[in-house]
């Protein structure tokens, strides 16, 4: 069975920062484009950032730019999102994901930035 567990959420102060991880399983994960995804209540999904199978090319939604980092560790198949300078409007839950999505998004990992 697939699996995607996203962890390393919490509660963090404006400013502060966490980094999440997303430990992948019953696919081959090298060759998956990957993706990190959020929801904020009462806000549709959105795109966070993106990595090729790769790891080479990287792709970030602008407000997050200069802020969050994107890797992957393709022997441990594990993605990372190191996320800095956090702001309250970071706050949301936080899934990983493939490109388009196929492989569902498990059950995501709360983040909360408080001002």
């Known amino acids: 069975d697939v699996q995607l567990q996203a962890s390393g959420g919490g509660l963090v102060q404006a400013g502060g920062s966490l980094r999440l991880s997303c430990a992948a399983s019953?696919?081959?994960?090298?060759?998956?484009?990957m993706k990190w995804v959020r929801q904020a209540p009462g806000k549709v999904l959105e795109f966070v950032a993106g990595?090729?199978?790769?790891?080479?090319?990287?792709s970030y939604r602008d407000s997050v730019k200069g802020r969050f980092t994107i890797s992957r560790d393709n022997a441990k198949n594990i993605m990372y999102l190191q996320m800095n300078m956090l702001k309250p409007e970071d706050t949301a839950v936080y899934f990983c994901?493939?490109?388009?999505?196929?492989?569902?998004r498990g059950q995501g990992t709360q983040v909360t930035v408080s001002s």
């Open positions: 019953g696919f081959t994960f090298k060759t998956y484009y």
């Open positions: 990595i090729n199978e790769g790891g080479i090319r990287t």
């Open positions: 994901t493939d490109a388009l999505e196929v492989l569902g």
